[in-house]
């Protein structure tokens, strides 16, 4: 088994390490060309079970697991469980097809730092996996309007000014304040106070949930051609994990 660098903590400016296990080789594939188009992530490794995921995050170094939730002889919250009990500062991300609240409850309970629905736009995904990296605290979840209560949403309220839209546009092209900071030419200081004056003028939480108000109030653009499906949510809390992992797996490292 050829792997990459032994485990170590991320520091910003280094490309975030990422192994995706799903057993939809296809659709991991796409999402491997996906993620390593980016420069700041990488994906190290890749699985179709989580047997001996544990030891592949270990060998590997990485930052965030990308995981499914219905695989072959698979349960997620006892996978989360045990992953962040084992690894503290990994950051496991959940992307699945089940819109299922009580489930996502759990998982977020047994230590995910996120949930998300496979039909999020590409925007959503990248700020997820950024922000999981950026803030320790908070998990973003993303789920279709049906699974998302009304009363998570709230009022567009006060208009964003053209430079704070500006921002958020960007921000909806999963930008880093850095890297708005340089297409503005301004500070990443200014950045930041564009942001908290946007998040109490929409009355959100995040990123994410700003941009997607933002869209929904017609303040911005979506990212991309197409409308944004009706998504996304999130919430701050604190993960917390238990147990460690089970062996054997069969896995793809990169080379």
């Keep these: 088994m050829r792997t990459d660098d032994e485990p170590r903590p991320w520091r910003p400016g280094e490309p975030i390490r990422i192994v995706a296990v799903d057993d939809h080789s296809l659709l991991r594939g796409a999402l491997c060309q996906l993620l390593n188009a980016e420069d700041d992530l990488r994906v190290v490794a890749e699985a179709d079970t989580s047997r001996g995921l544990g030891d592949l995050v270990e060998s590997t170094g990485a930052h965030i697991v990308l995981l499914d939730v219905e695989m072959p002889d698979h349960h997620a919250p006892t996978v989360v469980s045990e992953l962040t009990a084992r690894f503290p500062g990994l950051r496991v991300l959940i992307l699945s097809m089940h819109d299922d609240r009580p489930l996502v409850d759990e998982l ?36 279709p309007c049906s699974a998302t209560p009304k009363s998570a949403f709230r009022g567009a309220g006060q ?6 839209r500006e921002v958020l546009a960007l921000v909806a092209g999963a930008l880093s304040n850095r890297r708005i900071a340089g297409e503005l030419g ?27 108000m933002a869209v929904e109030a017609r303040l911005i653009e979506p990212a991309r051609k197409g409308p944004y499906p009706p998504l996304i949510t999130e919430t701050a809390l604190r993960p917390r994990g238990t147990t460690g992992l089970g062996r054997e797996a069969r896995h793809r490292t990169a080379r």
Excluded at 117 to 141: E, W
Excluded at 159 to 164: A, F, H, M, T, Y
């Design 186 to 212: 301004i500070t990443e200081g200014t950045v930041k106070r564009h942001l908290r004056n946007i998040f109490e003028k929409l009355g959100a939480a995040s990123r994410i949930e700003a941009v997607n």
């Design 108 to 143: 977020l309970a047994r230590g995910a730092h996120g949930y998300l629905h496979k039909s999020a736009p590409r925007a959503s995904l990248l700020c997820a996996l950024r922000g999981a990296m950026a803030h320790h605290t908070q998990v973003m979840i993303a789920l």
């Design 159 to 164: 208009s964003l000014s053209p430079r704070e």
